[in-house]
């Protein structure tokens, strides 16, 4: 997909480009404050639990994971990683506004398999820690898929080519988050317990993103 062509033939997706360009940097102060427990996060799995503690950092958090949503989805879509099928059949201008709704639906689906599977033998800390850490994956994720799409612009100009870098740059940074998650939840459980308890929060959500990813 051609970024400068999206842009000038879809005024939906430049609105909202602009749009969530000012309400970061609206917050650049806010994310850039929350970036070292981010990266706490990413070093130490306890950083995870740690950034729960604190109300202010998790509330930024919270906030910052809100406005870069639809950035992160704006990647997906423009460089294709994830494409349904049935997309080609919906008119051009619905088609931004679709994936939007498609990952609007994932994240209402992991609240509601969070808040079915909550035992009450585990730490609401530790809990919390475990689900939310999704969110500082998500924020960190979008820096990273940014990063990657800057320093591949001046060695290619194969649109394909860099839509295959980036799903196994997501990827590999998903399976990252499940191995971090795996780890706060093997701090209150047993390792049986914890491999059951992600299969079944993370089975349904990792299979509707296979399903809906662009084959590499």
């Known amino acids: 997909m051609n970024m400068s062509e999206t842009f000038s033939e879809d005024p939906i997706f430049a609105a909202t480009a602009v749009a969530s360009t000012v309400l970061f ?4 102060g806010t994310f ?3 970036m070292p427990a981010l990266m706490n996060g990413v070093i130490r799995w306890k950083g995870n639990l ?10 930024s958090r919270n906030i910052i994971a809100a406005i870069l ?11 294709g990683i994830f494409r349904p099928a049935f997309i080609d059949s919906v008119p051009s201008l619905w088609q931004f506004p679709l994936v939007v709704g498609i990952f609007l639906f994932y994240l209402l689906l992991r609240f509601f398999l969070n808040w079915q599977i909550e035992l009450q033998n585990y730490s609401s800390k530790t809990f919390t820690a475990a689900n939310n850490c999704f969110f500082n994956f998500a924020i960190l994720l979008f820096i990273v898929l940014f990063i990657v799409v800057i320093l591949m612009k001046p060695f290619t100009n194969d649109d394909n080519v ?3 870098v980036l799903t196994i740059v997501f990827f590999a940074s998903y399976g990252f988050h499940l191995y971090r998650r795996g780890q706060i939840f093997a701090s209150a459980c047993r390792p ?3 491999i059951l308890y992600l299969c079944t929060l993370e089975i349904i959500p990792t299979g509707m993103m296979v399903i809906t990813t662009t084959m590499l």
Do not use: C, G
């Open 162 to 164: 860099t839509r295959i």
């Open 25 to 28: 940097l609206i917050f650049s």
């Open 69 to 79: 949503y639809i950035p992160l989805v704006m990647i997906f879509y423009l460089f």
């Open 50 to 59: 740690e950034l729960e503690d604190s109300l202010q950092l998790s509330k």
């Open 192 to 194: 049986l317990t914890t």
């Open 32 to 34: 850039l404050r929350l």
